[in-house]
């Protein structure tokens, strides 16, 4: 709701409102919202010289997993090198899907990540600051489901890029054995208490 009247709350000089504040919010949503790949359920374009531009083709050769439970440690290993804070896995409950969306019926598994956003920030809300820090989320989020994705992929799996478009994130991370559900309709975790919708994402994958 910004956008129309920025330079008229600026010129209010509010505190959490000033020119920094709104040039920091805007920059943390940036990789959200410019980076298409982040969210693509195919495997992204190659940009530059990648695996993919020099000829090999990952979708040939599936990855035999003959153990579960180590491929969940590497999967978790992997979220977490790409900025996840918690991680978890769980078999798809295609109630918590939005009636809208069409998950087709060979993706089985979820992968569900969280990233804790700045308290300071969000303390603020709704001052610009909180909403820099639900940008970097978002931002964040991007970045993470791009890699991996691209991961399962390169495993060759498929894999589809959810954000908070696709499933209740709340059931389905409860249901990966993240936290519960607060009184407040939100995910409580041990780790970090009360996790903010926006912070969590998921991906399916089978």
């Not at 603020?124 to 940008?135: D, Q, R």
């Not at 993240?178 to 926006?198: F, H, V």
Request: aromatic share 12%; net charge negative; charged share 20%.
């Amino acid at each position: 709701m910004y956008d129309e009247n920025v330079f008229n709350i600026i010129a209010n000089r509010k505190l959490g409102y000033s020119r920094v504040d709104f040039a920091l919010a805007y920059a943390s949503w940036i990789v959200h919202d410019t980076f298409e790949g982040g969210f693509s359920w195919k495997k992204i374009k190659p940009f530059g010289t990648s695996a993919a531009s020099i000829g090999i083709d990952w979708t040939k050769m599936k990855y035999e997993v003959d153990d579960a439970c180590k491929m969940s440690s590497y999967v978790k290993r992997a979220a977490r090198l790409f900025g996840a804070s918690l991680v978890g896995i769980c078999k798809l409950n295609r109630n918590w899907l939005y009636a809208d969306v069409d998950i087709p019926e060979k993706f089985e598994n979820v992968i569900v990540m969280t990233v804790e956003m700045d308290a300071d920030g969000i303390a603020t809300s709704p001052a610009a600051p909180a909403a820099a820090a639900t940008g970097v989320g978002y931002s964040k989020m991007a970045f993470m489901l791009a890699c991996m994705g691209e991961f399962i992929r390169n495993l060759g799996y498929e894999a589809i890029q959810c954000g908070n478009d696709t499933a209740l994130s709340i059931l389905l991370a409860i249901d990966a054995g993240l936290g519960e559900l607060g009184r407040n309709g939100l995910l409580i975790t041990p780790q970090y208490g009360q996790e903010l919708d926006s912070a969590r994402f998921s991906q399916t994958f089978h």
